[in-house]
């Protein structure tokens, strides 16, 4: 090289190294110490290693819409504000990346999804207000009074922590309170490395956790109509299809997410899925969630992209009939409980009682599989493991509560 290319060179790599320190000093320390983002790529610094360590996580990043979009694996694992740390290798990372780690890039999601069911009440529902910030116990209560700031469940504290921890929270930690201060997890639905959409529409994917006797939500698509048609016409389908501009020409069959969070040709996306229900149908008894008539016309404006009004209207004055009829069943076996426990035929404790085991099955299991299959399509879940299990239930109730008071009776 002549010597003057090489002054020119040195001239011009001093200056750029001068407006880089000048940069830095404006950023935080923890991405002055990283290495510029073109290392952290996949084919960079983080991949050369990881090819090697974690071969899996790689593929799945390198087909991510992330990957496409450079977005790096240094963007997710760096450390923000209120995150504790490890040194890696030449890198500062977070200890655990949270949905904070998202925050930054989709605020339009993490608000949503941290004021739906799936944030605070659905760590609360097992875990009361445990390891939650005043901070945080405050936002919760502000959208779900009385289901953030509530005791730890009796059932998950006598089945005790390793139950709970692998077990309950395997489902609710969801919506865990983050030590960073940020509420909930996004990758239960998306995954940490494909991050993906497609996997997010797919029924299975919410199946994780919406299926068993006490919320067969996953069992009842399956035997649908809606499932039976995405089973065999899942390939003229486009799960990838870009969220606001999601037509039914995409998605002419429904899955979970269809109806309860896409924006179906051009209707409102939400990442809360509490939106539109209009009804509290995980309760013994069910009654209308206090926006009612708004969650009720935004469900069947996504029906109505599909089915005429009449079938629409039809289909919800039915599946309110079952609502009616099994709380009706329902409130027979809360009397039969409360009489008991008011002559003093029950301790105060719960679930120390057969009886009390009983009763939970009866209207945590087949109460709500009747309730759910009847507004999901389920016909099976509506009668043999929903109206037909009530009958029986409340019969065995009967029974027992004769025992019990013919076992006083003899004293
Ligand atoms: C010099 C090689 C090397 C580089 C560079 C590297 N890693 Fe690692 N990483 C490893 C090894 C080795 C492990 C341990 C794997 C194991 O436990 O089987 C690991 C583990 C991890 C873990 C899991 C840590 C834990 O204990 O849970 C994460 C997360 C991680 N690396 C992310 C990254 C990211 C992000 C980058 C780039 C910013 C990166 N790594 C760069 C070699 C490397
Ligand atoms: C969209 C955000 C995101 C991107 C991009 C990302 N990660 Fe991760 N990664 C996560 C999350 C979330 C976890 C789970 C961390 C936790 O539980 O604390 C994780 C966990 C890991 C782990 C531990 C995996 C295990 O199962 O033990 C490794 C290793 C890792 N990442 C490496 C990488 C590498 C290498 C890249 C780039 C090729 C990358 N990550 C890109 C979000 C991301
Ligand atoms: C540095 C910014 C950044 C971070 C951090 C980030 N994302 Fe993204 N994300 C993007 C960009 C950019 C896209 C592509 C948007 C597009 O194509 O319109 C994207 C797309 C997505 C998509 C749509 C993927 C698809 O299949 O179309 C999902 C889902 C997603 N991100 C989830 C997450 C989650 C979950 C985290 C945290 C674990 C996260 N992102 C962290 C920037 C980011
Ligand atoms: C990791 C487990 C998990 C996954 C995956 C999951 N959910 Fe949930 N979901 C829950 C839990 C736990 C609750 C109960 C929250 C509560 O305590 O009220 C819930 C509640 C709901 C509710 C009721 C909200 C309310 O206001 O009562 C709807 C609707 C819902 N989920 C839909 C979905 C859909 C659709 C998907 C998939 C796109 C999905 N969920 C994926 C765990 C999950
Ligand atoms: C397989 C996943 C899964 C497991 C395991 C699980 N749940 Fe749930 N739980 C859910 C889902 C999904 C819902 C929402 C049901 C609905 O709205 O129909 C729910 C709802 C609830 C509710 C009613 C909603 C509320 O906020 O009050 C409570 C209480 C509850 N679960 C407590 C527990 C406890 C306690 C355990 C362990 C003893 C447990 N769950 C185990 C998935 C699970
Ligand atoms: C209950 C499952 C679930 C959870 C939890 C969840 N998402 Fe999503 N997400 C979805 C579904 C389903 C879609 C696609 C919606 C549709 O069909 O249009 C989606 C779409 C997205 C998109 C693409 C939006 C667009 O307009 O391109 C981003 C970005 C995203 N999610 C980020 C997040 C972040 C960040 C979190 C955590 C704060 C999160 N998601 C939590 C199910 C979930
Ligand atoms: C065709 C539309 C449709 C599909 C597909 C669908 N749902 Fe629903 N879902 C509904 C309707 C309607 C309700 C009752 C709404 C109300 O309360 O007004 C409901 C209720 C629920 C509830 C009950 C919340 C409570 O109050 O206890 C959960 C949880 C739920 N669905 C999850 C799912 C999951 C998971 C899937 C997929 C396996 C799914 N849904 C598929 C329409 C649908
Ligand atoms: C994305 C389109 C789409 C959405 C949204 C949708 N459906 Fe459907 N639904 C279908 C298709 C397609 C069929 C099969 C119709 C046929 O046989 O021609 C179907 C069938 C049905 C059936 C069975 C009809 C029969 O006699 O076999 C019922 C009931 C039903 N849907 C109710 C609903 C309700 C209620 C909602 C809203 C909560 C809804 N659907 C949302 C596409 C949809």
Redesign the pocket.
């Known amino acids: 090289m002549p010597f003057r290319s090489v002054f020119v060179a040195v001239t011009i790599s001093g200056a750029l190294l001068l407006a880089a320190l000048l940069i830095n000093q404006a950023r935080p320390g923890s991405e002055v110490r990283q290495p510029a983002p073109e290392l952290v790529r996949a084919t960079g610094r983080c991949a050369q290693c990881h090819r090697e360590e974690t071969a899996a996580v790689v593929h799945q990043f390198e087909r991510s819409q992330h990957s496409r979009a450079n977005v790096t694996c240094l963007d997710c694992h760096q450390p923000h504000e209120g995150q504790e740390t490890y040194d890696h290798y030449n890198f500062r990372l977070a200890l655990d990346v949270t949905?904070l780690n998202?925050?930054g890039?989709?605020r339009t999601?993490?608000e949503q999804?941290?004021r739906s069911r799936?944030a605070l009440p659905a760590w609360a529902a097992v875990s009361g207000t445990a390891g939650m910030s005043p901070e945080q116990l405050a936002f919760g209560e502000r959208y779900h009074p009385g289901a953030v700031d509530r005791p730890a469940n009796a059932l998950a504290s006598l089945e005790g922590a390793a139950a709970t921890e692998t077990g309950c929270l395997g489902c609710h930690r969801?919506g865990q309170p983050n030590r960073d201060g940020s509420i909930?997890?996004?990758t239960?639905?998306?995954s940490r490395h494909s991050?993906s959409?497609a996997l997010?529409?797919e029924p299975q994917?919410?199946g994780q956790c919406h299926m068993g006797p006490d919320h067969a939500q996953v069992e009842i698509y399956t035997e649908s109509k809606h499932g039976a048609l995405f089973a065999a016409q899942r390939d003229s389908l486009d799960l990838n299809?870009?969220?606001?501009r999601?037509t039914t020409a995409d998605?002419s069959v429904p899955t979970?997410?269809?109806c309860h969070?896409?924006?179906l040709d051009g209707l409102k996306?939400t990442?809360d899925?509490t939106e539109r229900l209009s009804y509290w149908l995980f309760a013994p008894v069910s009654e209308q969630r206090p926006g009612y008539a708004r969650a009720q016309t935004e469900m069947q404006e996504t029906c109505l992209r599909c089915h005429a009004s009449t079938s629409v209207a039809r289909f919800y004055e039915e599946a309110e009939a079952v609502l009616a009829a099994t709380n009706e069943r329902v409130r027979e076996g809360q009397a039969l409980m409360a009489a008991l426990r008011a002559d003093g035929l029950l301790t105060a404790e719960p679930f120390d009682e057969p009886i009390e085991f009983l009763y939970f099955d009866f209207w945590h299991y087949f109460g709500r599989t009747a309730k759910h299959g009847a507004f999901m399509g389920g016909a099976d879940f509506v009668q043999w493991h929903g109206n037909y299990e009530l009958l029986l239930k409340l019969t065995e109730l009967e029974e027992l509560a004769a025992g019990l008071r013919n076992a006083r009776a003899d004293r």
């Open positions: 949905s998202c925050r890039c989709h999601e993490y999804f941290a799936h969801i909930g997890s996004c239960e639905c998306h991050t959409i997010a529409r994917t919410c299809a870009e969220p606001k999601l998605m979970c997410a269809t969070l896409s924006g996306v990442h899925t």
